[in-house]
């Protein structure tokens, strides 16, 4: 691998990182009373003040498990946590005329249905055309008062992958989502269509997922936890086709490729995923009319068949709670219509 491709891949797998960070640091024994947002400054590395003070509004602050405000004082032995949101890769964002499915907006936040083949943030290689210039077109067009003008990514998801994603027009909105990311309080479901049949009906993948060793632009599965991060996702099955199977994920975690690695790791990969897989055909006859079966729904869905179906929260503002459905876009719907049929015409031979 040159060092230009190695560093294409770092780039592109690292804007599909997590968006907050976690510190928990214990003061010292002798530790002398400080102001939290200065005990703070002195041990982050490339903390701002505005960004601790961000973190402090929104309640991202505690103090031996308690909230705090940032003129609390830290004294000896104090254990300190907090949540803190770093923005992704600086880029310039363009205001583009992109349509957008908005399933809601407020004052504080808005839900987005995305698309296949829609980057979120501009990065390497995806400069225009992504999430975020939308947004900037949008805000501009509706007047909608935002802290930047395109608003702040509470998470992300793949660009094949289509379905739900929560964006926050200010700061301390942001934070205060990320705290509930962070704490796994978000109420996510995705599904999936993934080669092979299950035994049971329900299942939870456990390992930690870090970037491929041989490629990394893909993410592997480390079960003795040796490297990457924890990763937890449960799934139970929807519907079956024998050899393939629709399947409902509700993730603990939010790793990069989470869902994909995980069904790779348990040799059931996404439908027509490529990176991972899932473009072969793994399972079935090896009569020339089911390749051309299979291959024909391969065209029908050129991407992993993955949708964030449902997302649920706590309101940043109100305090109440939210949840938002996504019906399967066409793409996606057409296979498992195509599957159905298949498997009725088989049950009647």
Same mark, same amino acid.
């Given at each position: 691998?040159?060092?230009?491709?190695k560093?294409?891949?770092?780039?592109?797998?690292?804007?599909?990182?997590?968006?907050?960070?976690?510190?928990? +640091?214990?003061?010292?024994?002798?530790?002398? *009373? /400080?102001r939290i947002?200065?005990?703070? /400054?002195?041990h =982050?590395?490339?903390?701002?003040? &505005?960004?601790?003070?961000?973190?402090?509004?929104?309640?991202?602050?505690?103090? &031996?498990?308690?909230v705090?405000?940032?003129?609390?004082?830290?004294?000896? @032995? %104090?254990?300190?946590?907090?949540?803190?949101?770093?923005?992704?890769?600086?880029?310039? +964002?363009? *205001?583009?005329?992109i349509?957008l499915?908005?399933?809601?907006? %407020?004052?504080?936040?808005?839900?987005?249905?995305? *698309?296949?083949?829609?980057?979120?943030?501009?990065?390497?290689?995806?400069?225009?055309?992504?999430?975020?210039?939308?947004?900037?077109?949008?805000?501009?067009?509706?007047?909608a008062?935002?802290?930047?003008?395109?608003?702040?990514?509470?998470?992300?998801?793949?660009?094949?992958?289509?379905? /739900?994603?929560?964006?926050?027009?200010?700061?301390?909105?942001?934070?205060?989502?990320?705290?509930?990311?962070? @704490?796994?309080? =978000?109420d996510?479901?995705?599904n999936?269509?993934?080669?092979?049949?299950?035994?049971?009906?329900?299942?939870? =993948?456990?390992?930690?997922?870090?970037? @491929?060793?041989?490629?990394?632009?893909?993410?592997?599965?480390? *079960?003795?936890?040796?490297?990457?991060?924890?990763?937890?996702?449960?799934?139970?099955?929807?519907?079956?086709?024998?050899? =393939?199977?629709?399947?409902?994920?509700?993730?603990?975690?939010?790793?990069?490729?989470?869902i994909?690695?995980?069904?790779?790791?348990?040799?059931?990969?996404?439908?027509?995923?490529?990176t991972?897989?899932?473009?072969?055909?793994?399972?079935?006859?090896?009569?020339?009319?089911?390749?051309?079966?299979? &291959?024909?729904?391969?065209?029908?869905?050129?991407?992993?068949? /993955?949708?964030?179906?449902?997302?649920?929260?706590?309101?940043?503002?109100?305090?109440?709670d939210?949840?938002?459905?996504?019906?399967?876009?066409?793409d996606?719907?057409?296979?498992? @219509?195509?599957?159905?049929?298949?498997?009725?015409?088989?049950?009647?031979?």
């Amino acid at each position: 691998m040159t060092e230009s491709n190695k560093e294409t891949n770092e780039q592109i797998v690292e804007e599909q990182s997590e968006m907050y960070e976690h510190h928990r +640091i214990v003061a010292d024994k002798g530790q002398s *009373p /400080l102001r939290i947002d200065k005990f703070l /400054l002195y041990h =982050i590395a490339n903390a701002s003040r &505005n960004k601790i003070q961000q973190a402090a509004r929104a309640g991202n602050v505690l103090v &031996n498990g308690k909230v705090v405000k940032q003129n609390f004082k830290v004294k000896p @032995d %104090d254990v300190v946590s907090v949540v803190m949101t770093y923005p992704p890769r600086e880029v310039e +964002i363009i *205001p583009e005329n992109i349509p957008l499915d908005i399933v809601y907006e %407020d004052d504080d936040i808005v839900v987005v249905n995305k *698309p296949s083949g829609m980057v979120v943030h501009p990065g390497f290689g995806n400069f225009t055309g992504t999430l975020l210039n939308a947004l900037a077109y949008y805000f501009e067009q509706t007047g909608a008062t935002v802290d930047n003008k395109h608003g702040y990514l509470c998470h992300r998801i793949d660009k094949d992958t289509t379905g /739900l994603l929560l964006i926050a027009k200010n700061e301390i909105a942001q934070a205060i989502m990320a705290k509930q990311f962070y @704490d796994h309080t =978000i109420d996510r479901k995705y599904n999936a269509l993934v080669w092979g049949d299950f035994e049971d009906d329900e299942g939870t =993948i456990e390992g930690h997922i870090g970037r @491929d060793i041989r490629n990394r632009k893909r993410m592997s599965v480390y *079960p003795d936890g040796e490297y990457g991060k924890e990763a937890i996702t449960h799934f139970n099955v929807v519907q079956r086709f024998g050899y =393939i199977t629709l399947v409902e994920c509700k993730l603990e975690t939010g790793r990069t490729h989470q869902i994909r690695a995980h069904f790779k790791y348990i040799q059931h990969p996404l439908f027509n995923d490529v990176t991972y897989g899932g473009d072969q055909i793994l399972k079935g006859t090896t009569f020339s009319k089911y390749k051309q079966f299979v &291959n024909n729904c391969f065209k029908m869905i050129p991407r992993q068949s /993955l949708h964030a179906r449902s997302l649920g929260f706590v309101h940043p503002t109100t305090k109440k709670d939210m949840f938002f459905e996504s019906e399967f876009p066409q793409d996606m719907k057409s296979v498992i @219509d195509k599957w159905e049929a298949y498997v009725e015409t088989r049950n009647m031979e």
